[in-house]
Structure formats: structure tokens, C-alpha cells
T-cell receptor
Framework: DAGVTQSPTHLIKTRGQQVTLRCSPK?????VSWYQQALGQGPQFIFQ???????QRGNFPDRFSGHQFPNYSSELNVNALWLGDSALYLC????????????FGPGTRLLVL | RKEVEQDPGPFNVPEGATVAFNCTYS??????FFWYRQDCRKEPKLLMS?????NEDGRFTAQLNRASQYISLLIRDSKLSDSATYLC??????????????WGLGTSLGVNP
């Protein structure tokens, strides 16, 4: 059983560009959350998707948007990239039925130059 | 006061040592608590969930003190493979609703031969 997968693993962009990151949850998981983890910091909650809708959002600007597809996979889009957006972007999925434990993907490391 | 605060690191201990980390939280209504470990440049992985007063899993013991609002993680007989960053996570919402998980900054542990 594959765990949570994310693509790409690494990405380099320049300021002002747009980026799309992708996540496939574990089999049987229907809830996907996205986190941003800057170097030396803990993960910061961006938003969560369930039933193809954004259910909750952290303290991130509208430049950060997302989507969830019928197969529960998800995308994170960031527009007008800033240098400060450089971070590890983590996707976490949760088991259907409201179980609390989240399982993280390996992350996408984004560098904005 | 930060919502979740952890011991400043790094902790450097010899193999076989016992080491303890503390984590304090500010929201007295917090419902559930977790310890994750994160290896360098990897995703966080759940180490232990902490409900009621605490629990034990092999060499790892987590304890919860609601009155003083702290969680501790005790590692006995440290192994080289225990070297990682340990993240404390607090859920201020009822169990099953983890949209607002709050992450500490982590404590770095190095176990030396």
C-alpha cells in the first residue's frame, strides 16, 4: 500500500512565478491537509480539503489556493511567489471516518530565487 | 506566550542515556497531543499519540499533565537512530477534528556513540 505521495520532490522558481504542487493521499484517506515548513520551524497549517471543498484555512494569503479531486488527490497552488515562500511543503492525509492520525508525504522542497 | 513551546535544543547525549523533552501549551481546553519525529530533510512521522494521562511504547514514554499544561517525552536507552528532531503537536479542537493542529518548533536530539 503506497503511502502519501507528493510531486515534484524539488522545485526552483523565481519571484513572481506560479507553482502547483501535487499530493496523492494514502488509500482509504479522504482528507488532505497542506503545511508549509520553513527551515528550522515547525509545520504551519495552510488549509484542509474534504469532499472537494476547503474546510479550514490557516493564516495564509489568497495567493495560496488549492483543489481536491474526486479521487481525493489534491493540488496546492501558489501565485506571485515571494522569496519567503521557499520552504518544504508537506501534504498529510487522514483516514476516512474522522480518525485523528495524519500521515505525511515526503514533501516538496521549493526554492524561490 | 506561544501556543506550544518546546525545550530549546539541541540535546546531545551518549548512547544508552535517558533523555526527556518537555512541551508546554497555552490553551487549557486542548484535547489531544502528539509527538512526531522528523529526520533531517524528511517528513514528520507520528511517534506517539497522548491521551488521558499518558502512554508508553517500548523505550518511549509520553506523559500529560493537564493541570500544569505540559506534555513530556522520555526516551530510555537512547540509540544512535533516535537522533532526530522531536515535534510536539497540540489539538485545541475535539478529537477527530485536526484542522487546527498547533506544532511546536521541535527539539533536536543527537545521540553519540
Amino acid at each position: 500500500d503506497a503511502g502519501v505521495t507528493q510531486s515534484p520532490t524539488h522545485l526552483i522558481k523565481t519571484r513572481g512565478q506560479q507553482v502547483t504542487l501535487r499530493c496523492s493521499p494514502k488509500s482509504g484517506h479522504d482528507t488532505v491537509s497542506w503545511y508549509q515548513q520553513a527551515l528550522g520551524q515547525g509545520p504551519q497549517f495552510i488549509f484542509q480539503y474534504y469532499e472537494e471543498e476547503e474546510r479550514q484555512r490557516g493564516n495564509f494569503p489568497d495567493r495560496f489556493s488549492g483543489h481536491q479531486f474526486p479521487n481525493y488527490s489534491s493540488e496546492l497552488n501558489v501565485n506571485a511567489l515571494w522569496l519567503g515562500d521557499s520552504a518544504l511543503y508537506l501534504c498529510a492525509s487522514r483516514l476516512r471516518g474522522g480518525q485523528e492520525t495524519q500521515y505525511f508525504g515526503p514533501g516538496t522542497r521549493l526554492l524561490v530565487l | 506566550r506561544k501556543e506550544v513551546e518546546q525545550d530549546p535544543g539541541p540535546f546531545n547525549v551518549p548512547e544508552g542515556a535517558t533523555v526527556a523533552f518537555n512541551c508546554t501549551y497555552s490553551n487549557s481546553a486542548s484535547q489531544s497531543f502528539f509527538w512526531y519525529r522528523q529526520d533531517c530533510r524528511k517528513e514528520p512521522k507520528l511517534l506517539m499519540s497522548v491521551y488521558s494521562s499518558g502512554n508508553e511504547d517500548g523505550r518511549f514514554t509520553a506523559q500529560l499533565n493537564r493541570a500544569s499544561q505540559y506534555i513530556s517525552l522520555l526516551i530510555r536507552d537512547s540509540k544512535l537512530s533516535d537522533s532526530a528532531t522531536y515535534l510536539c503537536v497540540v489539538n485545541p479542537l475535539p478529537a477527530g477534528n485536526n484542522r487546527k493542529l498547533i506544532w511546536g518548533l521541535g527539539t533536536s536530539l543527537g545521540v553519540n556513540p
